[in-house]
């Protein structure tokens, strides 16, 4: 199945709306902003909670929605001028047998909450009954490099495109940004043979979100495998010739010669429409849409769920799976007026060569009284990093270690700290002392 197929079959007049609701003989709906893992995630948990109304996804990418996590692994390994359908979120017939209305290369350009309607940018108009936000995150560009060619982002399946088209013929890579979207990028380009240099401002890898010793063993990771390191230092100037990239030069001096730069220096909350409506966004989170523990925003009939949102009184804006995943199964639950479902310790997971990072908790960064227990063979196997604030466990990171994390979520979720002491020792069984502590 071509992606495409699905703008053919899916990309309905607007009205097919009112006919849906007559098929479910309820005449409530819901409409969704944003058909990616936090929209698909809330339509699926409602239909499964019962909701038997109209059900509306909308999306301004063209095209069946994709998976984001193999936008910088697997999916840039392939040169194919479409994009393999095995990266779709759904399949066509599950949008049918759902009885979900999608509607894709269609952008939302207002809200009207006191008329509860939407306005897209082709002039239309479209009513709700309850409104989902979950148009989650655009990635930031440096100043300097906009406009020039061979410059990318990355974050939407098209931006993937446009990049593996340049990638697979060009010869010197430059990535801004040493966070896990640029080393993931770096990982995959190593593998297509371009050589990589990676900058960093901060004066580590991974500086905002991984403990000091797992970016040792990544940035050890990437240097074997010939990736060239720059950390402790800035872009000072951009070079372009007739328009295209063609290298930069650091705030350190050193000059790089390259013929593609992708810039991935984190991403701000799409909170524009939240903003222009008049919906309480939150300042110190990026602009996110504030919500409550329902993923309720400060409108009534509008929630907000995925890496736009931000629940009030969490220590950070989370960007993961398991969080749009998550937040979109609170946000159908509370909706239905049942209860919501069990929280989970927030996790995420990347893949950079050989290497399986899944980490689990909150690793606090800048906060001298945390500190790491390593249990495996650092650096060369499998290792986890256990992330203590005195004795109290806060997160596990584990490299090729799918146990330890399980372990780690497992103690995260219970609220019980192992011994930091007897972590470390390999013939400590946790399992075993989790068992029985948890009793
Ligand atoms: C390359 C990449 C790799 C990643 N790898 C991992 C990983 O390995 N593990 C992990 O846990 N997380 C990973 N993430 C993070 C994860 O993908 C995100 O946290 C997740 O996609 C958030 O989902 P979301 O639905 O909230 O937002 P998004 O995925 O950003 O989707 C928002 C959607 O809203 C649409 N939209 C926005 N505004 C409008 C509008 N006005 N009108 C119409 N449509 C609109 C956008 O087109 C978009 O499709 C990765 C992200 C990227 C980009």
């Not at 098929?23 to 699926?44: L, R």
């Not at 399946?157 to 013929?169: E, G, T, V």
């Not at 995959?188 to 797992?214: K, M, N, Y």
Request: glycine letters at 8%; aromatic letters at 8%; a neutral charge.
């Amino acid at each position: 199945m071509k992606n495409s197929d699905f703008s053919d079959q899916y990309d309905v007049n607007f009205s097919r709306r009112d006919n849906r609701k007559k098929d479910y003989g309820d005449t409530s709906s819901i409409v969704v902003i944003g058909a990616s893992h936090a929209g698909i995630s809330f339509v699926d948990k409602v239909r499964k909670n019962g909701f038997m109304g109209s059900l509306t996804l909308i999306d301004r990418q063209k095209g069946g929605p994709m998976q984001r996590p193999p936008l910088s692994k697997d999916f840039l390994l392939e040169t194919s001028e479409t994009p393999n359908s095995k990266y779709l979120l759904k399949t066509s017939k599950w949008y049918k047998d759902e009885k979900v209305i999608l509607h894709t290369d269609v952008t939302v350009s207002k809200i009207n909450l006191r008329k509860k309607s939407l306005t897209f940018s082709n002039g239309k108009n479209l009513d709700y009954d309850k409104l989902v936000l979950a148009t989650g995150a655009a990635p930031r560009m440096l100043h300097a490099a906009q406009g020039i060619a061979n410059v990318f982002v990355l974050r939407q399946p098209d931006q993937a495109m446009a990049i593996r088209k340049i990638a697979h013929s060009a010869r010197n890579a430059i990535i801004i940004g040493g966070g896990y979207i640029g080393l993931e990028i770096a990982a995959t380009f190593r593998q297509i043979g371009l050589e990589v240099s990676v900058v960093e401002v901060a004066d580590r890898l991974l500086a905002r979100v991984a403990s000091p010793p797992v970016a040792e063993l990544l940035a050890g990771l990437h240097q074997e495998r010939g990736v060239v390191l720059y950390t402790g230092t800035g872009v000072e100037e951009v070079f372009q010739n007739n328009g295209l990239f063609s290298g930069v030069k650091l705030t350190d001096g050193t000059n790089l010669v390259g013929d593609i730069l992708v810039v991935g220096i984190g991403v701000t909350p799409d909170s524009d429409l939240a903003l222009q409506a008049g919906i309480e966004t939150e300042t110190t989170a990026g602009g996110a849409v504030l919500v409550d523990e329902y993923q309720l925003t400060s409108d009534l009939d509008v929630f907000a769920i995925g890496d736009v949102a931000f629940q009030r009184g969490s220590p950070l804006r989370l960007e993961s799976i398991h969080n749009a995943q998550e937040s979109g199964a609170r946000a159908a639950a509370a909706i239905m007026g049942k209860p919501l479902p069990a929280v989970q310790a927030p996790w995420f997971w990347s893949d950079q060569y050989d290497a399986n990072l899944q980490s689990v908790g909150i690793v606090p960064m800048g906060d001298r009284n945390v500190y790491q227990v390593i249990r495996g063979e650092f650096p060369e196997k499998r290792a986890s990093f256990w992330s203590y604030r005195d004795k109290k466990l806060l997160a596990v990171e584990a490299v090729r270690d799918g146990a330890s994390f399980m372990l780690g979520k497992k103690c995260l979720e219970e609220n019980i700290s192992p011994n930091p002491s007897l972590i470390s020792d390999l013939e400590f069984d946790p399992m075993a002392w989790i068992l029985k502590n948890s009793a």
